[in-house]
């Protein structure tokens, strides 16, 4: 008789765990003196950070590329020497080199509040203008895997806050507004925190302890709050994911944050659409990575990059974490391009967006010595846990209903159907779930969104275009998924 009153004390701990968590975010996020007390937290860690970052600023020249290292897909297998192509690599190394010493010197012996709410897990992102009603039907879908857990949304200064969005729409849907520049008081108009920087800020300012960092185009397929509680997250709380290149970092950068180069088979690079990160072992990390990003165009987005595709932010927070030989866990399996083929090249599929995978079960073969970007037979692949919808975005104000939705005979048609494999490891029909969703926002939220104000039928032309495809018996769904 032991064990169902066990299971009934272990549900009602559970429903008391599940009520007062759900309460004490909304207790905080409405006692007025929360956001206030946060935002003094906040402007401290600004004020320390800030004068670290001028003190510290990279002294001399900046680095200079020649040529670039063109498109090196990752190979696990055969080791290729890294390349430079920093002109004045000599020049930069020492007084490069001496600011970063003093940078990372001066956060390891620094005594600061960090500004977040100790035992919070969360989702970060960031999303103004255009990438708004994009964002909007991501977190539809992430609602609709099950999860609750709550989201911040970072925009870079009011002009991108839309007042009905973020106090109307959002906040049942359990997200948040936090305006950047409100909290980056003081900062210099010479030195602009935008595009690709934004995001590192937004993690270090946003009030959880543990997050998901999700671009306004990720969407996860499966409820993501497993992957905050499991390995490989809970013992190196950094995990990052994989884009198709290789890491292409100058050789000078190791010279300059003190750390071995890797060789070119050891992990992708970065594609930091998907992050996880947990403030309490990576604080220092984020600082570091903000370092990078705030001196990034002219200083360290060149020597991470040295041209390759997606430089930016990418590969700053994997370097930030080694540098301070911090663990991290980077995902293994490879990236795929997710899309429809055409009749030039019925093989392979045009990109329109990828697919990530689920960490544990990455983890889970990684650990037992399983690589299968060595040799892929040792194991089925994995399942998809995210969908980078980036190209195009789900958003029908832009370039949603363009040439790639429209098949070999000009009639519309699905977006996503290749590889086959990839199609399986998604397991169910995503796409309708992506057009249901954008059908919602387009036919629910038409005049919500300050970039939809001068756009006329959104709401037709998504309906249209799921009349023509999903209620057509004859465009079933890809094979695959069709369960
Ligand atoms: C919190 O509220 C109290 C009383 O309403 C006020 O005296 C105090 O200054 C507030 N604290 C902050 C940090 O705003
Ligand atoms: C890990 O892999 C083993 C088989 O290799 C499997 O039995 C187990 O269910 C997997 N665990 C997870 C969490 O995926
Ligand atoms: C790849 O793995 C399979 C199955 O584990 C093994 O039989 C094969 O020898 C491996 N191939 C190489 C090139 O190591």
Known sequence: MLAPRRIILAALAIAFFLLSANYSWRRMSHRPNWTSSLSDRRARLWETLRSLLEQYAPDGPQPTLRGGVGLPRFNAISETARENHIANADEIRLPMQVAHDGFVQAIRDLNVDRAYIPGTVGIVSSAGGSYLPTFMVSLLLLRQTGSDLPVELFMKDSSEYEPHVCEVILPPL?????????????????????????????????????????????????????????????????????????????PVYFDISRQPAPPSTTRQATEA?????????????????????????????????????????????????????????????????????????????VNAGYIQTDPIQDYNLTSHGKWRVQNSTVSKPPRAFFVHAGDPEFNPGKSLLGDKLRGFDGQPTRLWTHPPKAMERIGYDVERKFWEATMQVACTMELAFETWKSKTGLCDDVQAHWKAVFENPEKGAPNSTAG
């Open 174 to 250: 359990g997200v948040k507004c936090v305006v950047l520049s409100e909290i980056l008081a003081g900062q210099d108009d010479a030195h602009p925190i935008e595009g690709f920087q934004i995001k590192s800020f937004a993690m270090l300012f946003s009030s959880f302890e543990k997050f998901l960092w999700l671009d306004a185009d990720c969407v996860p397929l499966h409820n993501p709050a497993a992957l905050l509680r499991s390995e490989p997250f809970i013992s190196t709380g950094l995990v990052t994911w994989p884009d198709f290149w290789a890491n292409t970092a100058a």
């Open 273 to 349: 659409g998907i992050l996880l990160l947990s403030k309490e072992t990576h604080f220092l990390t984020l600082l570091l990575a903000v370092y990078y990003n705030y001196y990034g165009p002219e200083y360290y987005y060149p020597l991470l990059g040295q041209g390759a595709p997606g430089a930016g932010d990418k590969d700053t927070f994997l370097h930030a974490a080694t540098a301070l030989n911090n663990k991290l866990y980077s995902v293994s399996e490879a990236v795929v391009d997710l899309g429809n083929v055409t009749p030039w090249n019925p093989d392979t599929a």
